[in-house]
């Protein structure tokens, strides 16, 4: 189906404005669109990096705490 002048015209204007990364992603699916444009600034900032650096601490912590639960009960 043909766009319209008008949306070619807008999204000429967006992929002109934009960066490399954004470009590429701009004939991108949609969920490469919406990580592109708004996950990756999010988690690249610096208060994203300093929840996933948190979150990822913290899963380590119960991790290393669950392993150190486990009991092995080898009889013969």
């Known amino acids: 189906m043909p766009q319209s002048q008008a949306a070619e015209d807008k999204?000429?204007?967006?992929?002109?404005?934009?960066?490399a990364a954004t470009?590429?992603?701009?004939s991108a699916s949609t969920t490469e669109q919406i990580l592109a444009r708004f996950f990756a600034p999010a988690v690249l900032s610096t208060p994203g990096r300093i929840v996933f650096t948190?979150?990822?601490l913290?899963?380590?912590g119960?991790?290393?705490?669950?392993?150190?639960?486990i009991r092995i009960h080898f009889d013969i």
Do not use: C, E, N, P
């Open 23 to 26: 470009r590429a992603s701009l």
């Open 11 to 19: 999204a000429k204007a967006v992929y002109d404005k934009s960066d």
């Open 58 to 60: 913290a899963w380590t």
């Open 54 to 56: 948190i979150i990822y």
């Open 62 to 69: 119960i991790s290393i705490y669950g392993a150190t639960q």
